[in-house]
DNA sequence: TTTGTCCTCGGACATTTGTCCTTTTTATTT
DNA sequence: AAATAAAAAGGACAAATGTCCGAGGACAAA
């Protein structure tokens, strides 16, 4: 399956030369541990360290006034979060919130700015890392809007089989943008084709 | 208004910028010139130049195999396009189209990389405008989720007044996802509400 | 075991949105 | 001006989705 299909992003490259830098002794990577659910960036607040996951998953979603959440990506290995404000300049504009125990290297702005002036492969993966989250979203948010629910489950099941055991109902209706009302009604659905079949 | 609120979004830093390179006499940016409906970039198909927006508006958007359209961004004055495949390597993931008159500067992936590594103030403007677009497509896609279509039109139009002069409703529907019959039904009934009050 | 609490699921109904199609208006060409 | 094409508007019905709420299961405390 293309890298940017996957339902949980990852980013190998970044993370093995993460882990090429540190082994340089460049110190500028330091480990933090998260437990499940334990947040690690709220929305509207200033930060000033980026975070690299080095093992497990978060979720990056936004909250709007009524308290729903929209969930725009699920993190992976190698998936960096909070760097978008050091460009920018604003405050976050997402919360990251641990769904698994999660392993992360954080680097405070000034390195990463460090890194991004002085070290040509850093600022390559890193264009690289943006350009490619600008081409996930678009797809994906045209492509809900375009299909059924019913396809778009079926298109995530296929990608990810083991999708409901990791990643609660909740989540995964919060991820397509519908009520848990309507995701349950499709996979109930789904659910009575498939016994008419067996 | 904040910059990342406005509907037809520009970048003037960027555009200053290249500006002051080309009276510096470096000669990458070559001007030219589109008309209305023209397409500039086709879905799934390789270029090998950027392109800048120096006057005009112009939409991106994803075309599905049913052929319906979804408008990612209308890009004004100091956007650009075409240049995320310079970073991931893959074909055009959009297509570009004219609406008004276009004037845009056209540099070659060869230039626009040697910019990259040797120009840092160049790289790091595209290195913000990229985290700019992230930053902006996320919200307006969860909350076209979130919001009645009624909604989505009261802050367009408060945003952008002169909406539907310059754009065609075919479009806006497009951008906000919804078909061209469920945007008369909520321009409809905005106006009937209007005449009641006056 | 019983009770109470929390969570998930799904029924019933209301609302929204889409599809299909016809009519009206506006713009363009001859 | 007439003819034609293109864009906009809206009626009627169907389908999808949301809201509200109650039933039942899992689990913890008594």
Known sequence: MSEDKKMIRTDQELLDYIDILCRLDINYFFEERFLPKQKII??????????????????CYLSDENGKDFIQEFLGKGMKFGELEVFSGNLSFC?????????????SYTHFNYLLEHDKRFNRLVMKAMAIKIGYKAPRHSYQQSY?????????????PELTEVISK?????????????????????NEKNNKIN
């Not at 709220?42 to 979720?59: D, L, M, N, P, W």
């Not at 909740?170 to 789904?190: C, E, P, Q, W």
């Open 42 to 59: 709220e929305q509207e607040k200033r930060y000033t360290s980026v975070f690299i996951i080095k093992e497990g998953i978060a979720k």
């Open 95 to 107: 919360s990251i919130e641990a769904i698994t125990r999660l392993e992360v290297y954080k680097i």
């Open 148 to 160: 059924t629910i019913e396809d778009n489950i079926l298109k995530l099941k296929k990608a990810f």
């Open 170 to 190: 909740k989540d995964i209706a919060n991820y397509m943008g519908i009520t848990l009302r309507s995701l349950n009604r499709v996979l109930m659905k789904l």
